[in-house]
């Protein structure tokens, strides 16, 4: 890398100037305090931005709100064009812009993106993107009031910094990761091994439940025959328990055909009474006279009569209708009341086969208690219409039977020819009625008793029917302990299976941790025995060859800037160890020159190290020294030519207010400072002065 130009805008002293850089060694010429300085720190500033701890009011003009710097670089034949802006915003100094040009392609972008991009066309490792320039800053350009520094420095820190400067630091942060790596590997550890703990006690755990499993399986099997017997058995009852309700129902239908057989006899009964009364009336109708006969009279009679008869059979029909009622009503009492008995005693439903809650059989007898009350009510309205009707009959019959006698007698009256012939007719006819009755009235007991014998005969079937009830409940209840038992054996084994997958889903967890356990150790036993052990010999052995690359260009450039007079080695820890004859002289008490001269040597000594174990950055064509010759005799100055020959860089800028370094380089530029405004002399032929080859010193 080379610098071709640099353009800078309000940048401290300079308000605009741009100044060209030609090939060769150049020198920056100019009082102290003209601006000199400034266009190392503008160059430095356009390559990597505010260092830290570096504020923009170092770069910015105080009168300015706005700067700007743009440096022209060749890189490998390639031109590189950065540029970068300054803004002030209040009591703060930020970037407001950046952007690189390379190889014709120009990309605006972040401070951070442009570093990077630096970097990398640089051949700067990338891990000095968020460090501080120190590699910079040893190779290229260490200003003034750092060049001794380094060497002021303790071990520790020189180290540090040559660590950081080498790319050696990062065996340091191998060391450090390693240390980290290793305490969390054994943490993981511990932890693996926590986890692992009982890892014997599970497999024998896994081997125990397998025995359980084993166990309910066997025990399921026996107890699913026992079951299926039991359920055999059950549905046996079942068929036998239906074939004799079957016989009940007929036995009730018996019992009921005897109570309509009852009514009807009962209903023949009183017919044949009334006929039997008729009679005897009619026979002392036919006897006796009456008073004389009026049609009308007789007429009205007859109409009343018949009146009487409609309504007297409306009101038969009645009471058979009401008895009918009467019969049904009663036996709704004895079918809930036996119902009521039932649900007393049951416990398992006969339909579904579940248990029968209390509370499903409070809410069943509240319900049959409401029907008996209900049907209390109806009887007790049955034996008032009852009586009611009874009453209303015999009332009807009683005017049936004066009308009666009202009309034999009117008849009697009208003709007692007629009379006879019909009494003996109408006599007849009851007679024929009063048989007909008698031969119903047979049959119907014929019916009853047939049906009472029926009745007998079924009644054998009611304790059995109850025996095989009582069966089918401890049936029932049976098949339901046993199924309760088999649902629970099946959930303990579903349990234990369950537990079985989780022990051995948690085995092969811890199993699979138990490896990496093992790994870990083993990891943490080749990280600690033999990597950490790699990484301090590999260290080792590349700080040792560091040092001898350094210590002989060190001592090489010492002699020829300061020649014989002391000679000079580093120790260990890179620390210059200077020696006048067999006395051991302190870095402090030398002179100015001789300090300003181990100084150089120390940092050239850096630069040629770090380019010849750098191959791939690429500026090792760029070398700048500001103030290289502070306290030099004129001896030592005149040993600087020397210097600058043996360099041999593509271009060498140097900062002197030494008017002799003039006669040592190829051109200067001159820097001059009017007022509070850096200008460069006769900038109107190129801003350089050339030094002719024969009037170099």
Not at 23 to 30: A, D, M, T
Request: hydrophobic fraction near 35%; aromatic fraction near 6%.
């Amino acid at each position: 890398m080379i610098i071709k130009r640099l353009y800078l805008k309000n940048i401290r002293s300079y308000e605009e100037q741009t100044i060209e850089f030609p090939e060769g060694s150049v020198l920056l010429s100019g009082d102290v305090g003209s601006g000199k300085t400034t266009i190392l720190l503008a160059l430095e500033y356009a390559l990597f931005g505010f260092q830290p701890g570096q504020k923009g009011s170092a770069l910015l003009r105080n009168s300015s709100s706005q700067g700007e710097v743009i440096a022209e670089l060749e890189v490998e034949g390639k031109s590189l064009i950065i540029h970068r802006c300054l803004k002030r915003e209040g009591n703060s100094i930020t970037n407001e812009y950046s952007a690189i040009t390379y190889d014709n392609q120009k990309e605006e972008c972040s401070v951070t993106e442009l570093k990077s991009k630096i970097l990398q066309i640089l051949g700067y490792p990338s891990e000095f993107l968020r460090k501080n320039n120190l590699l910079y800053r040893y190779t290229i350009y260490t200003p003034q009031e750092s060049m001794k520094q380094i060497i002021l420095e303790d071990a520790d820190t020189r180290l540090n910094i040559l660590r950081h400067v080498f790319g050696i630091e990062k065996y340091k942060r191998i060391r450090e990761n390693l240390t980290l790596l290793i305490s969390h590997l054994k943490d993981d550890s511990k932890t693996f091994q926590a986890e692992t703990k009982y890892l014997e006690e599970d497999n024998a755990h896994v081997k125990e439940v397998n025995s359980l499993i084993q166990g309910l399986s066997n025990s399921l099997t026996e107890q699913s025959l026992k079951l299926e017997e039991e359920v055999k058995k059950r549905e046996k009852i079942e068929t036998e328990s239906i074939a004799l309700e079957k016989k009940i129902r007929e036995k009730e239908v018996f019992e009921k055909e005897i109570e309509k057989t009852n009514l009807l006899i009962d209903t023949k009964r009183e017919t044949k009474r009334i006929l039997n009364i008729e009679l005897e009336e009619l026979s002392r109708s036919i006897i006796h006279l009456g008073k004389p006969f009026e049609e009308s009279e007789y007429n009205l009679c007859l109409a009343k009569l018949k009146s009487l008869n409609e309504s007297l059979d409306f009101l038969n029909k009645q009471n058979i209708s009401l008895l009918g009622q009467y019969r049904l009503v009663e036996q709704n009492q004895m079918d809930n009341l036996n119902k009521k008995e039932r649900i007393f005693k049951i416990d398992i439903c006969p339909t579904c086969l579940q248990d029968v809650s209390d509370n499903h059989k409070h809410n069943i007898l509240n319900e049959t208690e409401n029907k008996l009350s209900d049907l209390k009510r109806q009887k007790g309205q049955l034996d008032e219409q009852k009586l009611r009707l009874v009453s209303e009959i015999n009332q009807k019959r009683q005017e049936i039977q004066d009308l009666e006698k009202e009309k034999l007698s009117l008849e009697i009256l009208k003709s007692r020819t007629e009379f006879i012939e019909n009494a003996y007719k109408k006599k007849q006819t009851i007679i024929k009625q009063q048989e007909a009755i008698s031969q119903d009235l047979d049959l119907l007991e014929k019916h009853t008793t047939h049906l009472k014998e029926g009745i007998l005969k079924f009644s054998k079937f009611d304790n059995i029917y109850k025996k095989t009830k009582e069966d089918l409940r401890t049936a029932l209840l049976i098949e339901r302990k046993s199924e309760i038992s088999l649902a629970e054996s099946r959930k303990e084994k579903s349990l234990l299976e369950k537990s079985l997958l989780e022990l051995q889903e948690k085995i092969i967890q811890k199993e699979s941790i138990k490896i990496k356990l093992n790994n870990s150790l083993s990891i943490i036993d080749w990280l600690s025995n033999y990597f950490l052990k790699l990484v301090n010999f590999t260290e080792i052995q590349i700080m040792l060859r560091l040092r001898r690359e350094f210590a002989l260009f060190f001592s090489n450039w010492f002699q020829m800037i300061a020649g014989d007079t002391f000679t000079i080695r580093l120790d260990e820890n890179f620390t210059p160890i200077i020696n006048q004859g067999e006395i051991e002289m302190e870095y402090s008490f030398l002179s100015g020159g001789e300090r300003t001269a181990i100084a150089l040597a120390y940092r050239l000594a850096l630069n040629q190290t770090i380019n010849s174990i750098m191959s791939d950055i690429k500026t090792k064509d760029l070398v700048i020294l500001d103030e290289p010759t502070e306290g030099f005799s004129e001896a030592q100055i005149d040993k600087i030519r020397d210097v600058l020959e043996e360099l041999n860089t593509k271009q060498l800028i140097m900062v002197s207010h030494e008017t002799k370094i003039g006669s040592f380089v190829d051109n200067i530029i001159k820097v001059k400072k009017i007022a509070d405004s850096t200008q460069i002399e006769d900038s109107n032929q190129d801003e350089i002065t050339q030094i002719p080859e024969d009037q170099k010193t």
